[in-house]
Nanobody
Framework: QVQLVESGGGLVQAGGSLRLSCAAS????????MGWFRQAPGKERELVAV???????YYADSVKGRFTISRDNAKNTMYLQMSSLKPEDTAVYYC????????????????WGQGTQVTVSS
């Protein structure tokens, strides 16, 4: 069973930047697609970005051009660089591991971290 631990959340002003990290335990980190999701109060959880084992990336339209997902397989760590943050980016951000090396949909993630809060003030 993989364990995922997010870090890097916090309070930032609109227009600012944050970098989230997701550290994964266990082996075979590089074999799986990884993703970032977020959930704002009163809203459903939504996909933010995905990175496959091969490094292909996918982004929600709302974050394209502002967020960058990456991974360091040697460190078993995934990152989310967030820039030009907006108040509507405020949410709890979760990292997740997919069941496969490639991305087939949001339902294909089966391991989740505990989340890290990101708050963007206006």
């Amino acid at each position: 069973q993989v364990q995922l631990v997010e870090s890097g959340g916090g309070l930032v002003q609109a227009g600012g930047s944050l970098r989230l990290s997701c550290a994964a335990s266990g082996r075979s980190f590089s074999s799986y697609a990884m993703g970032w999701f977020r959930q704002a109060p009163g809203k459903e959880r939504e996909l933010v970005a995905v990175i496959t084992s091969g490094g292909n990336t996918y982004y929600a339209d709302s974050v394209k051009g502002r967020f960058t997902i990456s991974r360091d397989n040697a460190k078993n760590t995934m990152y989310l660089q967030m820039s030009s943050l907006k108040p509507e980016d405020t949410a709890v951000y979760y990292c997740a591991r997919g069941r496969r090396s490639y991305y087939t949909g949001t339902a294909d993630f089966d391991s989740w971290g505990q989340g890290t809060q990101v708050t963007v003030s206006s």
